[in-house]
């Protein structure tokens, strides 16, 4: 149980462009995502939390416009990179937990790389 | 701020010794407390949570939770060379907060 998918695992795209990665809980219902970023030998750092159906809170120094939450429904959250640039190559991890646990569960991750 | 310190490492043990991975908490409302193992380049996985004061077991592993010391350690029985990986503690505020603050996490390392 407490299943968390990312799709996808690795991407490689061009700077400018845009990337969506998804996140969904695959055995439960995730009332809150969480989106990490991780740096080579860094720790996890906190993006934003998301809640179904409301807007995603940013972590002081995130930004909202470059970084595009939605969390849909109950198994399914998204990450947009938009306009994405070399120093947003990074690994991007997802984590859901249940309204009944304070237990977060992660997701395989996904590796950007940014051209 | 709330702040959860771990010694970075590496901590280094041979097989089959035990292996003690600490974790200290300021937030002295924290609630819930976990221990996720990360192998390098791979999401973290959890190992246990623990909730109450003293030891709880699950296999070859042991958290250890002191509130009045705002402590919790991990303890790992025979270590396995597979066993190597970074060992990151987590704590929740609780009271309706699920955010948890990590920490930086422990590199151990398990020679045979």
């Known amino acids: 149980g407490a299943v968390v998918s990312q799709h996808p695992s690795w991407v490689i795209c061009k700077s400018g462009t845009s990337v969506k990665i998804e996140c969904r809980s695959l055995?439960?219902?995730?009332?809150?995502m969480f989106w990490y970023r991780q740096f080579p030998k860094q720790s996890l750092m906190l993006m934003a939390t998301s809640n179904e159906g409301s807007k995603a809170t940013y972590e002081q120094g995130v930004e909202k416009d470059k970084f595009l939450i939605n969390h849909a429904s109950l198994t399914l959250s998204t990450l947009t990179v938009t306009s994405a640039h070399p120093e947003d190559s990074s690994f991007y991890i997802c984590?859901?937990?249940?309204?009944?646990?304070?237990?977060?569960?992660f997701g395989p991750g996904t590796r950007l790389t940014v051209l | 701020q709330k702040e959860v310190e771990q010694n970075s490492g590496p901590l280094s043990v041979p097989e089959g010794a035990i292996a003690s991975l600490n974790c200290t908490y300021s937030?002295?409302?924290?609630?819930?407390f976990f221990w996720y193992r990360q192998y390098s380049g791979k999401s973290p996985e959890l190992i246990m949570s623990?909730?109450?004061?003293g030891d709880k077991e699950d296999g070859r592993f042991t958290a250890q939770l002191n509130k009045a010391s705002q402590y919790v350690s991990l303890l790992i029985r025979d270590s396995q060379p597979s066993d190597s990986a970074t060992y990151l503690c987590?704590?929740?505020?609780?009271?309706?907060?699920?955010?948890?603050?990590f920490g930086r996490g422990t590199s151990l390392i398990v020679h045979p």
């Open positions: 937030d002295r409302g924290s609630q819930s």
């Open positions: 987590a704590v929740n505020e609780g009271g309706g907060s699920y955010i948890p603050t």
């Open positions: 055995d439960f219902q995730a009332t809150t």
């Open positions: 623990i909730y109450s004061n």
């Open positions: 984590s859901a937990r249940t309204s009944s646990t304070d237990t977060q569960y």
